[in-house]
């Protein structure tokens, strides 16, 4: 028996292991409340969807990149020696650059990868592409690409999402939380970089303890976590913005707003009034008004704004609320309702972004860097906004805006992904298989066999993190894991920093990528340069053996909590914000000046594309949110998530009502469509789901019932068969998941085998 240390984006833990195989995990002792998602790993480790051995798709091994590009995900593999693949890959890799050049090399590679630091897979191949000269890349995340971009014109910079008010000044302070999007355990099970200790949970029940109230906005009441009692509204999805604005009007016209706040701290206020009270178009924002559109009673919605004016109110909005159309919106909106209050830069008042969203949210930590291996730098400096790969694939020299910038799209000849798997989380996954075709070559080095590997030409089996070491640290966390190695490789399986050295070697950069370290050098290397860095915050870490010998750090919780924005309200000439005005911009003149109707100069009501406000063939709203059994579509194949489905197929949820009106029952196969495409999933019905709304999570592997057509049925039920793949307006370019119409209907007849974790040659 041993007992290794490790870590995961789920949390630290102990991996046992008897006759060289790991037979369980445990959570790390001092974790008050483990991820239940952590059970998954042993089964996934050895799950017979492991990708066993380098293989290449047949037509690619006969023609490489003249072969006949709709075979990807149809065509049968070929196993070939790992001396083979490296040379292909290498080959390929040396053509396409003196051919095309390096920006016709897409290594975006978007993904959550595994949580250790240097064999962080997206930075791996980054590392290993800018030795080779560059690549296009990808900017901002699925998660918050709006976010992103919005926060930066209205605050200067991004500390609503990154460093927010501490929970201990929420306990102590907070009389209101309003949650827009909820405030949960689920989404919180995760942090980036892992975790030692999962913290909201166990925040969430002393705020409850010391008396906070909460009301949740959500179409969801699994939203919030049931022990705080939140009053649950259930607006119709994608109209937060004309809840909060029939909210702020109510505020103005009863004069509760903080207009010296206002005056002070925040520049275009009148602006904006004009459009609030409807001086400007004829029509005030009211909750009449807001009541029409969301569907929540106008009373209430005045109720609540006074109730917000009355208290020391903390205003949260979920990720989820910006991956919709114009999801800069909610955030801009959000903002400008905590300054329409003025109690931001107070204890406990104010806004914060994604508590409940991510598990380190609102955890007081000392600022220490955590030990990331280095890209290195793009000399192609080419890159597209996150979302927009089908988009670029499909019109190569297309022009198209993002963020004030008019750019036009590369011509991309080869894909590499590493880490990240597109088929799990791009919209309209039927378009992006007719992208997909364009390329001449793609290469992905996956454990297993994904949809993404599926669709690939060459296949390159990655261990998993249990399978070497590294080390585990999130910039939200105060602890940082040593990463044992439980178990060697399985199978043919190699680690991403040996392929890439190999083929660097092969290229004449091996020097260059490696800078001569092998893994445990790399380790010891990457802790030190972290180290020193601590130091010079006077915060003290044991040398690289003793952290290794004992299996984690923990850094003492710092003595002084954070409120955001406090400095600059303090005071705010001495602490502007980083804006044009060094204010709040509730008014912008760059955006303004942008001219893009899809994001004017203030928050703004702006119809989502899809929405059931304006149903016509599909009248359900579909909430594709995160999963609670697995991260996205990672260990999808293990039972923890696998107990979850409903006849093996992704359970959906939907209000008995809407189940009734179609004949629907509990544990019924549906099919779920729009134009975009089709899926089946099983029946969960319930009171708690929001009539004329669907929840399916994501990250179902996607299972073509006739695998390589464009519009397939999908077997299993991955959302992003319906989803729409647009931007969220020219500022930001953000995915759009969260709007989308589609019907449901019973699926009649013998329900077709799941093929998902069978491996490509499986089939015929
Ligand atoms: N409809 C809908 N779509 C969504 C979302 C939604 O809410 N709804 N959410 C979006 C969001 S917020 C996000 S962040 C994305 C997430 O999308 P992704 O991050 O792409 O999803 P993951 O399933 O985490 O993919 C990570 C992949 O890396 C692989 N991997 C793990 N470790 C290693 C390794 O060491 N080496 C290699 N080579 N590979 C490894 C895993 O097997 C897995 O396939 O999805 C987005 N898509
Ligand atoms: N267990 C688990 N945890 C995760 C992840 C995972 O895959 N699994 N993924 C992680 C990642 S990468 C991210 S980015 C975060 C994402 O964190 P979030 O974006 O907060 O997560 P979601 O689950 O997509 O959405 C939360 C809820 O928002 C609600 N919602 C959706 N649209 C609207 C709307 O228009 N209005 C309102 N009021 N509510 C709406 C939905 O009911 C949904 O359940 O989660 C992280 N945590
Ligand atoms: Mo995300």
């Given amino acids: 028996m041993g007992k290794i240390r490790h870590s995961a984006h789920w949390g630290a833990f102990t991996a046992e292991t008897r006759d060289g195989r790991v037979v ?76 095309h050049g390096n920006a016709a090399i897409f290594g975006g590679s978007y993904g959550w990868s595994s949580a250790g630091r240097f064999h962080h897979a997206k930075t791996q191949l980054q590392r290993f592409l800018n030795c080779h000269g560059g690549f296009t890349a990808q900017v901002h995340s699925y998660s918050i690409a709006a976010g992103l971009a919005i926060l930066p014109h209205i605050l200067g910079d991004i500390q609503g999402i990154r460093n927010v008010t501490s929970w201990r000044d929420i306990r102590d ?87 010296a706040f206002l005056a002070r701290y925040c520049i275009g ?9 409807g001086t400007d178009d004829g029509q005030p924002k009211d909750a009449g008004w807001a009541a029409g559109i969301t569907g929540i009673d106008a009373e209430i919605l005045r109720t609540l704004a006074r109730r917000m004016a009355d208290s020391r109110t903390m205003i949260t ?37 994604g508590y409940g969203s991510m598990q380190a949210q609102g955890n007081a930590v000392e600022p220490i860097a955590s030990p990331d291996l280095p890209a290195g730098t793009n ?31 590369p011509d991309i000849k080869l894909i590499y992904w590493c880490g990240g798997n597109p088929f799990h989380h791009h919209q309209d996954i039927n378009r992006l298989i007719s992208a997909w075709r364009r390329p001449e070559t793609i290469i992905v080095h996956e454990p297993w066999w994904t949809a993404t590997a599926r669709h690939a030409d060459i296949v390159l089996p990655a261990t998993t993190t249990l ?53 445990r050098e790399w380790l010891r290397h990457l802790y030190d340069v972290a180290r020193q860095q601590a130091a010079r915050r006077q915060i003290e ?54 001219g893009y109707d899809d994001c004017p100069g203030h928050p703004t009501w702006l119809e989502p594309v899809e929405w059931l406000g304006a149903v016509g063939d599909y009248p359900l709203h579909l909430i594709s949110q995160q999963p609670a059994t697995r991260l996205h579509a990672q260990m999808d194949c293990a039972s923890v998530s696998r107990d979850s489905k409903i006849q093996g197929r992704e359970p959906i949820s939907l209000n008995p009502a809407d189940g009734a009106a179609r004949g629907i029952a509990a544990g019924d196969i549906v099919r779920v469509f729009n134009a975009r495409g089709e899926i089946l999933a099983g029946v969960i019905l319930d009171d708690g789901v929001r009539e004329g709304v669907v929840c399916l999570a994501t990250g179902a592997w996607y299972d073509p019932a006739e695998p390589g057509r464009i519009g397939s049925l999908d077997k299993h039920g991955n959302p992003n068969v319906l989803t729409l793949d647009r931007g969220t307006s020219r500022l930001a370019q953000g995915p759009i998941a969260h709007s989308a ?21 499986a089939q015929g």
């Fill in 269 to 277: 206020f009148e602006r904006f009034e004009a459009y609030l009270m």
């Fill in 317 to 353: 909005t979920s990720y989820a609320l910006q991956r919709g159309d114009h999801g800069e919106q909610p955030f801009w909106m959000t903002v400008t309702l905590a300054a329409v209050l003025g109690q931001i830069g107070l204890p406990g008042g104010g806004f914060g972004f």
């Fill in 541 to 594: 870490m044991p040398d690289f053996d003793t952290f290794w010998a004992d299996g984690h750090i923990e850094i003492p919780p710092p003595a002084t909590h954070n409120v955001l924005y406090a400095g600059f309200r303090a005071d705010p000439a001495a602490n502007p914000l980083k804006t044009p005005s060094g204010l709040i911009e509730i008014f912008s003149q760059t955006i303004d000046g942008f």
């Fill in 467 to 519: 399978e070497r070491n590294d080390i585990g640290a999130s910039s939200g966390d105060r602890f940082i894991i040593a990463m044992q190695q439980a178990v060697p490789p399985v199978g043919g399986a190699r680690n991403d920093y040996d392929i890439f050295s190999a083929i660097a070697e092969r290229l004449g950069i091996g020097e260059n990528f490696t800078e001569g370290r092998d893994e």
């Fill in 24 to 99: 369980g995990v445990a959570p790390f002792a001092s974790d008050p409340h483990p991820a239940p998602i952590l059970q998954a790993m042993p089964e996934a480790l050895y799950h017979h969807c492991r990708v066993a051995e380098p293989m290449v798709r047949a037509g690619w091994l006969e023609s490489g990149r003249n072969s006949d590009r709709a075979g990807r995900g149809k065509e049968r593999f070929v196993p070939v020696s790992w001396e083979k693949a490296l040379t292909l890959v290498g080959d390929e890799l040396a053509r396409v650059k003196a051919a």
């Fill in 741 to 761: 119409l589609v019907e449901i209907e019973r699926f009649e007849g013998p329900a077709p085998e799941i093929t998902a974790f069978t491996g490509p040659n």
């Fill in 173 to 259: 302070n907070t009389q209101l939380l309003v949650a827009f999007g909820g405030i949960g355990t689920k989404n919180p099970q995760v942090q980036p970089g892992g975790s030692g200790e999962h913290s909201t949970q166990f925040w969430l029940r002393r705020l409850k303890a010391a008396g906070m109230a909460v009301v949740s906005v959500a179409p969801l009441r699994g939203d919030t976590a049931d022990f705080l009692d939140a009053q649950w509204l259930a607006p119709r999805p994608n109209t937060d913005v004309a809840m909060m604005l029939g909210i702020a009007h109510t505020l103005v016209a009863e004069d509760r707003h903080d207009r």
């Fill in 379 to 409: 000399p192609t400096r080419s890159f597209i906004p996150v979302a927009r790969i089908a988009d670029m694939l499909l019109n190569p020299g297309a022009p198209y805006d993002f963020n004030g910038q008019r750019r036009t799209y």
